[in-house]
């Protein structure tokens, strides 16, 4: 009797499933999705990226006679560096035993009136795994970002990967305002405006946003609360600003709180926090306590923000020319166990060309 063969499940192919994770609906992960849109986001050929840094002060053309030489300008120092892309290999496992066998109360097992329940459940607990993969990938992508903003990308992991980036931004870009916001004294519409003037040297954009952390958040509402900031005066003549004590957050996960008209920065509370695998699981912060990220979401900031995605070292990834790809996703049987594990693997690398140009500032304690 000839052996009857079982067809291959397409879900779990490798093009769909890297279809799948590419395209998916993805739930909010703030920072990430709001500084390195699509439109900053490609793909590299190799798992390497180059990062190039110019330094010096722009210099005015001098006047010379006419018909005179011509004057040598002097130019600005360089350094290039070849930096790998951080890698991430994840897993999941499924077993018939353990994972397809569990069901609710009354659910069938075996097929009946030509219904595949197990297939189904593959399919389903597949479904569930490809998305528990990708939050993960996720929220290190969000995780990337927010030591972005501080200046260091530092990861070191016993038995895992360990590296550290310093993007460059200068130690003058992170500091603590004085008096802080918690101080009868304090000043914050003079703190933003102080902030916008630290990056005009270096000819940067205007502020738009600042991303406030709880605590920070926390300070500017009871500055609001208590009239030590001033709304709208319609007596005045002046407006200085409007404010919203909204309680609920926005679908991107963050709260309005309002906008300084003399600095015209949107203030926004970004409570997230994540469970920090690296440290002891400790509940973490993305926006550092009592700091306020001071960002530009211009499209002259936007042009210098760039994601790139390594590529993918795997063979019969790069023999179905899928390994230059954001994330690679694929599903491998082994026989003898009668398992499958289902993979992710991506190399993200988020970069701020002029890192220049953000300020964080500590506001409260």
Aim: charged share 20%.
């Amino acid at each position: 009797m000839a052996e009857t063969k079982v067809a291959p499940i397409p879900a779990l192919e490798m093009r769909v499933l890297t279809e799948v994770v590419n395209k998916r609906n993805k739930p909010y992960t703030t920072l990430s999705q709001m500084l390195f849109p699509e439109s900053t986001r490609s793909t590299l050929a190799t798992g390497s990226v180059q990062i190039d840094e110019l330094t010096g002060d722009a210099l005015m053309a001098p006047f010379v006679k006419v018909g005179g030489k011509a004057v040598a300008l002097g130019q600005k120092n360089g350094k290039s560096y070849q930096l790998t892309t951080p890698f991430i290999s994840i897993f999941r496992p499924i077993t018939a035993s353990d994972e397809l066998l569990k069901r609710m109360a009354g659910q069938p097992v075996f097929v009946q009136n030509g219904v595949d329940v197990m297939g189904n459940a593959l399919r389903q607990q597949t479904a569930e795994d490809s998305d528990y993969l990708n939050e993960a990938c996720d929220l290190r992508e969000e995780w990337f970002v927010a030591k972005l903003l501080t200046g260091t990308v530092s990861y070191d992991v016993d038995g895992q990967d360990s590296f550290e980036i310093l993007t460059g931004k200068p130690a003058g870009n992170d500091y603590s305002v004085s008096p802080l916001w918690t101080a009868a004294d304090c000043t914050p519409v003079a703190d933003l405006v102080a902030a916008q003037t630290i990056v005009q040297a270096y000819r940067a954009p205007a502020f738009t946003h600042g991303i406030c952390s709880s605590t920070a958040a926390d300070a500017i509402r009871t500055l609001l609360e208590t009239d030590k900031i001033k709304v709208i005066k319609s007596d005045s003549g002046i407006v200085s600003g409007n404010a919203q004590m909204r309680a609920a957050f926005e679908e991107n996960g963050m709260r309005y709180i309002g906008t300084l008209t003399a600095s015209n920065i949107e203030l926004w509370e970004y409570a997230a926090t994540y469970v920090d695998v690296d440290n002891n699981n400790a509940v973490t912060p993305y926006i550092r306590a009592g700091y306020i990220e001071l960002v530009s979401l211009s499209s002259r900031a936007m042009g210098t923000h760039m994601c790139k995605y390594g590529a993918i070292a795997d063979i019969k990834a790069i023999q179905e020319g899928l390994h230059m790809t954001k994330r690679l996703s694929f599903a491998t049987y082994d026989d003898d166990a009668g398992s499958l594990k289902q993979y992710l693997k991506t190399r993200p690398f988020f970069w701020f060309k002029r890192p220049e140009w953000y300020v964080s500032i500590k506001v409260t304690a």
